[in-house]
């Protein structure tokens, strides 16, 4: 029962032992489907070690040097640290059911560095990024990217948020215009977000050009290739739509993604001066630690701009640099 006999079902080393347990710990999993194929591509590779290295009975002197021989590939330290928790899951499982001892008791995983690995935009550069694109909104394509960014920069939804909207979903609420969503991990759409007025002329134009791929249950943003015209976008397309609005724009660099949307609506809201349990409620964080990552990075980086402000007034004159008179 707690052999890990390797077996070779398609070039991988994969436990016999996994093929059992792993069966019945993804199916115990209440989960969505996206969320068990991140488990189960997480909890493989632990299997594939032990096949690999003759691991029979894993002690917890494996599980650490599992851990530290993911440290030496090139995975990132999130990657480790999801691995290492999902290791810790399976066998805190298999303890719970008498199936063998949880010997992944509290081993830590990777240290995760918290600050944004993805840069806001200044309130300038998302001025001008929207302007450029801004200057293209008489073809369906043009209304469309100029609507899509305008309204990720404004609220800050995600790309997935971004997929799933459907023209049906920008109603009236309390006398504004929201934009229902289905947030990340949820499975309906109960939040929603306050759409501009800007932004929402922005969308209703580009609705306007569609013709009848306009119905309310069409999807918001649609493709306008040939070969899925008015079908629904991917993640990667509006992705990739984003970042080119950027680089249009003068703006590339690969710390700027259509995440940084995301970042740049919500540092703004704080430098707005709003409240931290007014922000999280906006952005829809979970826990106001996440909001708590960018009221310090804001924090640290405005004592970095005064400090140089004042080393550029008495070098050169001015607080920006210049020469002064």
């Given at each position: 029962?707690?052999?890990?006999?390797?077996?070779?079902?398609?070039?991988?080393?994969?436990?016999?032992?996994?093929?059992?347990?792993?069966?019945?710990?993804?199916?115990?999993?209440?989960?969505?489907?996206?969320?068990?194929?991140?488990?189960?591509?997480?909890?493989?590779?632990?299997?594939?070690?032990?096949?690999?290295?003759?691991?029979t009975?894993?002690?917890?002197?494996?599980?650490?040097?599992?851990?530290?021989?993911?440290?030496?590939?090139?995975?990132?330290?999130?990657?480790?640290?999801?691995?290492?928790?999902?290791?810790?899951?399976?066998?805190?499982?298999?303890?719970?059911?008498?199936?063998?001892?949880?010997?992944?008791?509290?081993?830590?995983?990777?240290?995760?560095?918290?600050?944004?690995?993805?840069?806001?935009?200044?309130g300038?550069?998302?001025?001008?990024?929207?302007?450029?694109?801004?200057?293209?909104?008489?073809?369906?394509?043009?209304?469309?990217?100029?609507?899509?960014?305008?309204?990720?920069?404004?609220?800050?939804?995600?790309?997935?948020?971004?997929?799933?909207?459907?023209?049906?979903?920008?109603?009236?609420?309390?006398?504004?215009?929201?934009?229902?969503?289905?947030?990340?991990?949820?499975?309906?759409?109960?939040?929603?977000?306050?759409?501009?007025?800007?932004?929402?002329?922005?969308?209703?134009?580009?609705?306007?050009?569609?013709?009848?791929?306009?119905?309310?249950?069409?999807?918001?943003?649609?493709?306008?290739?040939?070969?899925?015209?008015?079908?629904?976008?991917?993640?990667?397309?509006?992705?990739?739509?984003?970042?080119?609005?950027?680089?249009?724009?003068?703006?590339?660099?690969s710390?700027?993604?259509?995440?940084?949307?995301?970042?740049?609506a919500?540092?703004?809201?704080?430098?707005?001066?709003?409240?931290?349990?007014?922000?999280?409620?906006?952005a829809?964080?979970?826990?106001i630690?996440?909001?708590?990552?960018?009221?310090?990075?804001?924090?640290?980086?405005?004592?970095?701009?005064a400090?140089?402000?004042?080393?550029?007034?008495?070098?050169?004159?001015?607080?920006?640099?210049?020469?002064?008179?």
């Amino acid at each position: 029962m707690n052999a890990l006999t390797p077996t070779n079902p398609a070039g991988a080393l994969v436990p016999a032992f996994s093929q059992r347990l792993f069966n019945s710990f993804i199916s115990y999993l209440d989960a969505s489907k996206k969320s068990i194929e991140t488990y189960t591509r997480a909890l493989r590779p632990f299997f594939t070690y032990c096949g690999e290295n003759g691991i029979t009975r894993p002690q917890r002197a494996d599980v650490l040097a599992y851990r530290d021989a993911l440290k030496g590939t090139n995975k990132s330290a999130s990657t480790v640290q999801l691995y290492i928790t999902v290791v810790r899951l399976f066998f805190r499982w298999t303890a719970q059911n008498g199936l063998y001892p949880d010997v992944a008791e509290h081993v830590k995983g990777a240290k995760v560095d918290r600050s944004h690995k993805k840069d806001a935009l200044t309130g300038a550069q998302a001025r001008d990024i929207l302007r450029v694109s801004g200057k293209n909104i008489s073809t369906e394509a043009g209304a469309r990217d100029y609507a899509l960014v305008s309204l990720m920069m404004a609220t800050g939804i995600r790309t997935i948020e971004a997929v799933r909207a459907d023209i049906g979903d920008l109603r009236a609420r309390a006398g504004e215009t929201v934009l229902f969503i289905q947030g990340k991990g949820h499975d309906d759409k109960a939040d929603w977000v306050k759409v501009p007025q800007a932004v929402e002329k922005a969308i209703r134009n580009y609705i306007s050009l569609r013709g009848t791929y306009a119905r309310d249950t069409e999807p918001l943003f649609a493709s306008v290739s040939p070969r899925d015209y008015g079908g629904r976008m991917t993640t990667r397309s509006i992705s990739r739509i984003v970042k080119n609005s950027f680089i249009k724009a003068g703006y590339k660099s690969s710390r700027l993604t259509a995440h940084s949307t995301r970042h740049t609506a919500v540092t703004m809201a704080l430098q707005a001066g709003r409240s931290l349990e007014e922000v999280k409620d906006f952005a829809r964080h979970v826990s106001i630690a996440t909001t708590l990552i960018y009221a310090h990075d804001m924090s640290a980086g405005a004592a970095k701009d005064a400090c140089g402000d004042a080393i550029a007034a008495q070098l050169f004159g001015g607080a920006d640099g210049s020469l002064g008179k």
